[in-house]
């Protein structure tokens, strides 16, 4: 066994690159290794703004030879009656890189057949790796990479120095130009010299001891030490500390090889703006970290974190502190500025905004909104409609306001407030800030129904326009975040334990947009088949069991709540041993009925005892499970429906369906099309057979 040390040396790689590349750099070399049959240990990546680096332990030495039997054409069609071989012998070893006298005949339960054996001596892995190291600087996908000097290939950054080690020898590897070696460097300003590696084994400790933390996980440990320690020599740990946001840690944990705090402050005139603008100004453009007391009450104090350690540390506190200053001169111009027009009176100008070519201004947008969110609240929160159309309509104004022109991610904060300074309610400002919960996946939901009502107005009326002019999202591009924005409607409506036809509110908001966009039962249909990929998909990656919610989709999609309890239903009555015999014998009447969808039913054609005493277990059932089906209890439906498993057995068993006589034949045709009337209601218990 061997080791493999391969590490990437390259000018500083933005922070966001770096987890991904990493990613990509272990997963290529394992399935790599695994096409060429490389046995292989722990596989460890490393990497800092200036190193993508990759440790194998155990590697094995070579590749174990192997014996493959290959099966060829008969040897009737492989030779002729002279025993002469023909073109299908010929052909089959050639491409094969064999000669036809290594075919050998094989009896087999078919017959006589050529037989090809090919024993390959395993290759040595030192043979391997420079074809391999190739492939995975070539395996590497940046969302932004170009062509650096005359290189044939792209890169994020330009590469600076290549080590590959193979049990401590240099991998001759040669790529664009620039041979592999045993020389890394150091931290560019604290150890700005060679390095020589020796192996896996000293890799860490050489890196380290040149002031080069390769280890991102504990790079971030450091960062969130040296932040806190910051915070300690400047002021009381005991009623100070550092806001740490985990976004933050580890884009700055992914700026630096070795991190050092340092605790500024700012005016305290600067607190009079909003939390949210004030850490902004910190976070998104200086990467500096919000300090505040035990109540999480911002201080007039920060923290940057620096890639070097400085010897006058009073100095680089200054520098850092003036950059920020400026920011927040800004931010404070602009808050003092935006508060002097207020959101109501820039409503109008919304329509020097466009939200899309073809779907109108961002004005024509809220206009609609503040008609489909009258139509919810008036269902959801009957006695705040008037407060919920009020946010609705100054729920985009803020995009016209100086902030977040600046600071495009303080929308619906710097809106909510704005609006409490013009002397909205609070239920009103806090919408206006609500609506656009959740941004992201696993983002906080709204708390307030009325931020709810508004967030889903404007989710539905993009999404809803989007599919109206074919703006649909593609397997690589979804430009209006259409996937994000159903699973947005999804996770309001179960969050809230809302019932919401979706048929009925997606074919609203396409007739709000009259004639700009196609407003077809087809369209619906599009919109409808969309947010129930996203409800299958989120359901599924929750755990929840896959026939049961194909089951229930397949048959009908509307309620997102009510979807739900007839799962949850099937996944409970699933422990049922009666259920999967049910369920099979289920799959047997929709096989039967087929298109026939009839449900009458005449006693007097009955001439078996099975299909009476069936129509007649049907008929109790039916009239149990009807009000409990009304009432929603769909567990307490099918524990009813469990009495139809015996009587269709026997049924089964006794009568034959397609009698010769074709009114008898209707009419056993038509009682099975009414049972699975009756389960179709709650689920297609078919697609539920256990294996």
Same mark, same amino acid.
């Given at each position: 066994?061997?080791?493999?040390?391969?590490?990437?040396?390259?000018?500083?790689?933005?922070?966001?690159?770096?987890?991904?590349?990493?990613?990509?750099?272990?997963?290529?070399?394992?399935?790599?290794?695994?096409?060429?049959?490389?046995?292989? *240990?722990?596989?460890?990546? @490393?990497?800092?703004?200036?190193?993508?680096?990759?440790?194998?332990?155990?590697?094995?030495?070579?590749?174990?030879?192997?014996?493959?039997?290959?099966?060829?054409?008969?040897?009737?069609?492989?030779?002729?009656?002279?025993?002469?071989?023909?073109?299908?012998?010929?052909?089959?070893?050639?491409?094969?890189?064999?000669?036809?006298?290594?075919?050998?005949?094989?009896?087999?339960?078919?017959?006589?057949?050529?037989?090809?054996?090919?024993?390959?001596?395993?290759?040595?892995?030192?043979?391997?790796?420079? *074809?391999?190291?190739?492939?995975?600087?070539?395996?590497?996908?940046?969302?932004?990479?170009?062509?650096? *000097?005359?290189?044939?290939?792209?890169?994020?950054? /330009?590469?600076?120095?290549?080590?590959?080690?193979?049990?401590?020898?240099?991998? /001759?590897?040669?790529?664009?130009?620039?041979?592999?070696?045993?020389?890394?460097?150091?931290?560019?300003?604290?150890?700005?010299?060679?390095?020589?590696?020796?192996?896996?084994?000293?890799?860490?400790?050489?890196?380290?001891?040149?002031?080069?933390?390769?280890?991102?996980?504990?790079?971030?440990?450091?960062?969130?030490?040296?932040?806190?320690?910051?915070?300690?020599?400047?002021?009381? /740990?005991?009623?100070?500390?550092?806001?740490?946001?985990?976004?933050?840690?580890?884009?700055?944990?992914?700026?630096?090889?070795?991190?050092?705090?340092?605790?500024?402050?700012?005016?305290?005139?600067?607190?009079?703006?909003?939390?949210?603008?004030?850490?902004?100004?910190?976070?998104?453009?200086?990467?500096?970290?919000?300090?505040?007391?035990?109540?999480?009450?911002?201080? /007039?104090?920060?923290?940057?974190?620096?890639?070097?350690?400085?010897?006058?540390?009073?100095?680089?506190?200054?520098?850092?502190?003036?950059?920020?200053?400026?920011?927040?001169?800004?931010?404070?111009?602009?808050?003092?500025?935006?508060?002097?027009?207020?959101?109501?009176?820039?409503?109008?100008?919304?329509?020097?905004?466009?939200?899309?070519?073809? @779907?109108?201004?961002?004005?024509?947008?809220?206009?609609?909104?503040?008609?489909?969110?009258?139509?919810?609240?008036?269902?959801?929160?009957?006695?705040?409609?008037?407060?919920?159309?009020?946010?609705?309509?100054?729920?985009?104004?803020?995009?016209?306001?100086?902030?977040?022109?600046?600071?495009?991610?303080?929308?619906?904060?710097?809106?909510?407030?704005?609006?409490?300074?013009?002397?909205?309610?609070?239920?009103?400002?806090?919408?206006?800030?609500?609506?656009?919960?959740?941004?992201?996946?696993?983002?906080?939901?709204?708390?307030?129904?009325?931020?709810?009502?508004?967030?889903?107005?404007?989710?539905?009326?993009?999404?809803?326009?989007?599919?109206?002019?074919?703006?649909?999202?593609?397997?690589?591009?979804?430009?209006?975040?259409?996937?994000?924005?159903?699973?947005?409607?999804?996770?309001?409506?179960?969050?809230?334990?809302?019932?919401?036809?979706?048929?009925?509110?997606?074919?609203?908001?396409?007739?709000?947009?009259?004639?700009?966009?196609?407003?077809?039962?087809?369209?619906?249909?599009?919109?409808?088949?969309?947010?129930? *990929?996203?409800?299958?998909?989120?359901?599924?990656? &929750?755990?929840?069991?896959?026939?049961?919610?194909?089951?229930?989709?397949?048959?009908?999609?509307?309620?997102?709540?009510?979807?739900?309890?007839?799962?949850?239903?099937?996944?409970?009555?699933?422990?049922?041993?009666?259920?999967?015999?049910?369920?099979?014998?289920?799959?047997?009447?929709?096989?039967?009925?087929?298109?026939?969808?009839?449900?009458?039913?005449?006693?007097?054609?009955?001439?078996?005892?099975?299909?009476?005493?069936?129509?007649?277990?049907?008929?109790?059932?039916?009239?149990?499970?009807?009000?409990?089906?009304?009432?929603?209890?769909?567990?307490?439906? @099918?524990?009813?429906?469990?009495?139809?498993?015996?009587?269709?057995?026997?049924?089964?068993?006794?009568?034959?369906?397609?009698?010769?006589?074709?009114?008898?034949?209707?009419?056993?045709?038509?009682?099975?099309?009414?049972? &699975?009337?009756?389960?179709?209601?709650?689920?297609?218990?078919?697609?539920?057979?256990?294996?």
């Amino acid at each position: 066994m061997s080791e493999l040390l391969f590490e990437i040396g390259t000018e500083e790689l933005p922070a966001g690159f770096q987890k991904p590349a990493l990613k990509q750099l272990k997963s290529n070399f394992i399935s790599r290794s695994k096409e060429l049959d490389l046995v292989h *240990g722990a596989v460890v990546t @490393l990497g800092t703004p200036r190193r993508l680096a990759l440790l194998v332990e155990d590697l094995a030495d070579r590749q174990p030879d192997s014996r493959e039997e290959i099966m060829g054409p008969s040897k009737q069609a492989g030779f002729d009656n002279e025993g002469n071989p023909t073109k299908a012998a010929m052909g089959f070893s050639r491409s094969k890189g064999a000669e036809v006298s290594e075919l050998q005949v094989v009896n087999t339960e078919k017959g006589e057949y050529l037989m090809l054996v090919q024993e390959r001596k395993g290759v040595a892995t030192a043979e391997l790796l420079p *074809g391999l190291l190739k492939d995975l600087m070539q395996g590497f996908s940046f969302s932004k990479s170009m062509h650096w *000097g005359d290189n044939t290939h792209t890169f994020a950054r /330009p590469i600076q120095w290549i080590v590959a080690l193979h049990d401590k020898e240099i991998i /001759p590897f040669n790529y664009e130009g620039m041979s592999a070696g045993d020389t890394s460097r150091g931290h560019r300003f604290m150890a700005n010299v060679n390095l020589k590696i020796k192996g896996v084994g000293d890799y860490r400790q050489c890196l380290q001891d040149a002031h080069v933390v390769a280890d991102s996980e504990e790079r971030r440990k450091s960062v969130l030490i040296e932040i806190e320690k910051a915070v300690a020599d400047r002021l009381d /740990p005991s009623v100070a500390h550092v806001a740490v946001d985990e976004g933050l840690v580890e884009t700055v944990c992914n700026l630096v090889e070795q991190p050092f705090g340092v605790c500024g402050s700012f005016d305290e005139r600067f607190l009079q703006l909003p939390d949210e603008a004030l850490i902004t100004s910190m976070r998104e453009h200086q990467k500096y970290f919000p300090v505040v007391d035990n109540d999480e009450k911002l201080l /007039p104090y920060f923290v940057a974190v620096n890639n070097t350690d400085v010897k006058d540390l009073a100095l680089t506190r200054i520098g850092h502190e003036r950059v920020l200053r400026a920011r927040l001169e800004d931010a404070y111009f602009f808050f003092g500025a935006d508060k002097k027009i207020k959101l109501d009176d820039r409503f109008d100008d919304l329509t020097g905004i466009i939200f899309q070519a073809k @779907l109108g201004t961002m004005l024509e947008k809220t206009e609609r909104i503040v008609k489909l969110t009258r139509l919810l609240a008036e269902k959801f929160v009957p006695e705040d409609v008037d407060e919920a159309c009020r946010a609705a309509r100054l729920c985009k104004t803020d995009l016209l306001t100086d902030m977040v022109g600046e600071f495009p991610s303080l929308q619906g904060n710097m809106g909510c407030a704005y609006a409490l300074h013009d002397g909205e309610s609070s239920a009103v400002a806090q919408a206006i800030q609500e609506h656009y919960l959740p941004r992201r996946a696993g983002d906080e939901l709204p708390s307030s129904a009325l931020g709810a009502v508004v967030g889903l107005s404007d989710r539905l009326d993009t999404l809803c326009g989007c599919f109206g002019i074919g703006q649909l999202p593609t397997g690589t591009t979804d430009p209006f975040g259409l996937r994000r924005i159903a699973l947005a409607v999804l996770h309001i409506l179960e969050h809230f334990d809302w019932s919401l036809s979706l048929h009925e509110v997606v074919h609203k908001s396409l007739s709000l947009y009259g004639d700009k966009v196609d407003g077809s039962a087809d369209t619906v249909e599009q919109v409808l088949a969309f947010i129930r *990929g996203r409800f299958n998909n989120d359901q599924l990656a &929750a755990g929840v069991d896959g026939e049961a919610v194909e089951a229930v989709t397949s048959v009908y999609f509307d309620d997102v709540n009510d979807s739900m309890k007839k799962i949850q239903s099937l996944v409970g009555i699933r422990r049922e041993d009666a259920f999967s015999v049910l369920a099979a014998s289920f799959k047997r009447i929709r096989n039967i009925i087929k298109e026939n969808v009839d449900t009458a039913v005449d006693e007097s054609l009955f001439k078996e005892s099975a299909e009476k005493e069936l129509a007649s277990a049907f008929n109790k059932v039916s009239l149990t499970v009807q009000p409990l089906l009304e009432q929603g209890d769909y567990s307490g439906a @099918l524990s009813s429906m469990l009495a139809l498993k015996d009587p269709v057995d026997e049924f089964f068993n006794e009568v034959m369906v397609m009698d010769e006589d074709s009114a008898v034949r209707a009419n056993r045709l038509n009682l099975l099309t009414a049972i &699975a009337t009756l389960f179709l209601k709650i689920g297609d218990i078919s697609k539920m057979q256990r294996s």
